[in-house]
């Protein structure tokens, strides 16, 4: 996965925190993920268990700002799924199937 870079400044009595990460690489993994699931399940049954979304941290930062999710309370793991299965996400997806 690509690095996070983090930028803080003060900013009156406030400390501003920015974090910062390329996405291009966890795009092409979810993107050749996609591929294999295409080509792996076009001929074999679907696996019980598997991937189905690469999200960066980044966007899990975002979640948690924006909306107020934090996505290492379990209580919120059922609404930032529903977030990351909307359109706006989809090129995380791992798999060919629509989550």
Known sequence: MSDIKITA???GQ???VHYA???????EI???ERRVDRERTSFQKRPEFRRTMTVPMNILLKLKNEKGLDFL???HSKAIAK??????YKLFRTVNDRI
């Not at 977030?83 to 706006?88: F, V």
């Open 9 to 11: 400044h003060d900013q």
């Open 14 to 16: 406030d400390l501003v």
């Open 21 to 27: 990460q390329d996405v291009g690489p966890v795009l």
């Open 30 to 32: 979810a993107a050749r």
């Open 73 to 75: 309370n379990p209580e």
């Open 83 to 88: 977030i990351l299965k909307s359109s706006e």
